[in-house]
Structure formats: C-alpha cells, structure tokens
C-alpha cells in the first residue's frame, strides 16, 4: 500500500520552498494539484516532472475513491494547492480522510502557510489562537460575529480584498471600534505589509485606498 504527502508549497517568495518538498515532488508517481497551470508554474521552475492531475473543490468528492483505489494498488501521491499548506481553506480534507478511513498512510510535511505568519508578526498574544478561517458570507455570520465578539483570546481570519473594508467596518460594530487588530498583505511577496491599530484606525486606512488586492489575514484580539 502506497503513500499520501501533503506539501506546503509557496505563498509568495519561491525561495520558500524546502528542500524536502522539491524531492518529495520528484520521487512521487502523481502529483494532485488544485490548479494545474499555477503548479506547472512551480514545478517547471524547480525542474520537476513528475505528472500532474487536477484535484480541486470542484472534482474532489467525484474523484476520490478513485484516487484510494489507485493509492491501495501502490500508486505514491502529492497533494498540492496553489499556495501553502493543502486543506487550510483549500481542498484536501476530504482526500486525507479517505485515506485515514482506508487504512493509507499521510505524511503532511511541515512549510508555508499564511495564518502563522500574520499572527506573529500582529504583536498580539499568540499563545492562545482561534482559526476562524473564512466567516460565511451570509448565513450564520451574525450568529458567529457574536460568538467571536465574545472569545477571550486571538482570533486569526481570512478575508478577500474586495470585501476586507466592508469586514472591518462591520467587526466594528459588533466587537468595537477600538478592538486591536492587524491586517496583513501579500505575506512572503514583494509588497507585503501589515498594518496594525484599532478598528477604528485601520478601517480609516483603508478608506483611503483605491485598490486592494492580495491574499488578507486579519488578526484580531480578543475581548479584554
């Protein structure tokens, strides 16, 4: 029986990809990717040839059981996303525990992943954390920004940058507008940044930009 390497791949800077992970992608018969022109990217510029099949949200639960049956008869897969670690609000979950219940082994290596970064670089208490991932974007929100509004440690979310001015205005209203917080852009790329202050500050921050763009993790604290 066969293999399953989950494996990080880059955010931002290429030169974050681990030695590992390059061999790993090398020695594996098949390489699952969540979008096989942005991993062709990858892979070329590491020189690695192994193949290449889609495997993102919108086949993976079609695709599965196929993939366990190849796995049990000896085929050696990689997980791959488009960037960071496979199953961190990407696919992936549901092919790891297929695997779990059938009896094959996972072997998630350790690399790029954009929630750890933000958290530490915010400068708010990180010894305790709660990763929010995505909020809906409807229903169920309200009901989950008041249970947020009440947690007592740091809460790390994911935001798109078209909706990141409409999230801060409205965690404003249901946690305060001078909560702490921090918002971070563009992790490990050449125009990171974060910004940090209150609610209050950094929705006025962002007021002022004309565009937005980039992967947004918010790290916001805790209730006092």
């Known amino acids: 029986m066969s293999k399953l390497f989950v494996v990080p791949t880059p955010i931002g800077n290429l030169e974050d990809m681990t030695f590992r992970a390059i061999r790993i992608l090398k020695e594996v018969d098949l390489i699952l990717a969540e979008d096989t022109r942005t991993s062709g990217i990858l892979l070329k510029h590491f020189e690695i040839k192994t193949a290449l ?3 993102h949200i919108h086949n993976e639960h079609r695709s599965i059981e196929q993939l366990i049956g190849r796995m049990k008869a000896g085929t050696t897969m990689a997980l791959i996303s488009d960037a960071g670690t496979p199953a961190i609000s990407d696919p992936g979950f549901l092919l790891v525990r297929a695997c779990v219940q059938n009896g094959i082994e996972v072997d998630c290596l350790p690399g790029a992943t954009a929630l750890i970064p933000a958290l530490v670089n915010s400068g708010l208490p990180n010894d305790r954390f709660l990763f929010e991932g995505f909020l809906p974007h409807k229903k169920g929100r309200h009901t989950r920004l008041i249970q947020l ?5 740091t809460v790390v979310l994911y935001e798109s ?6 999230a801060l205005q409205q965690f404003a209203e249901y946690f305060g507008a001078e909560r702490q917080l921090s918002v971070s852009r563009e992790i490990s790329k050449l125009h990171e940044e974060t910004v940090r202050g209150t609610l209050e500050q950094v ?10 763009k980039g992967e947004i993790v918010i790290v916001l604290a805790g209730k006092e």
């Open 53 to 55: 099949q889609s495997h």
């Open 149 to 153: 509004a009440e947690i007592e440690h």
């Open 161 to 166: 940058p078209h909706r990141l001015l409409k």
């Open 203 to 212: 929705i006025e921050v962002y007021k002022n930009r004309e565009s937005i």
